[in-house]
């Protein structure tokens, strides 16, 4: 599974950036089980920020929950980020993943998206 991610950038404490995630590739042959949403700021480590499955139940980190909505299109095969109430310290390059399951090989994998940076200014 390839994943796209999209929509980071600057932008000033308190304002918002909406992150997408697409996935393509050989997905017509697999289930997309759980998408998720980590992030990694400098000399930390990677950390789940929410994560959605097929269902639509939802999990969040405790730091972001309140002003950060996951969503997805399961049409589309995308994920969705909406980040309110952005702090400094959201500062950070968010990661998409996508766990999937092929039944038929017996195979469940998490594949990672690039990443996308984003920078909140205080």
């Known amino acids: 599974v390839q994943l796209q991610a999209s929509g980071g950038g600057l932008v000033q404490a308190g304002g918002s950036l909406r992150l997408s995630c697409a996935a393509s590739?050989?997905?017509?042959?697999?289930?997309?089980?759980?998408m998720e949403w980590y992030r990694q700021a400098p000399g930390k480590q990677r950390e789940l920020v929410a994560e959605i499955t097929s269902g639509g139940t939802t999990n969040y980190a405790n730091f972001v929950k309140g002003r950060f909505t996951v969503s997805r299109d399961n049409a589309k095969n995308t994920v969705y980020l909406q980040m309110n109430s952005l702090k400094p310290e959201d500062t950070a390059v968010y990661y998409c993943?996508?766990?999937?399951?092929?039944?038929?090989?017996?195979?469940?994998?998490?594949?990672w998206g690039q990443g996308t940076q984003v920078t909140v200014s205080s």
């Open positions: 590739g050989s997905i017509s042959s697999i289930r997309i089980n759980t």
């Open positions: 993943a996508a766990v999937w399951s092929d039944y038929a090989r017996s195979i469940e994998a998490r594949d």
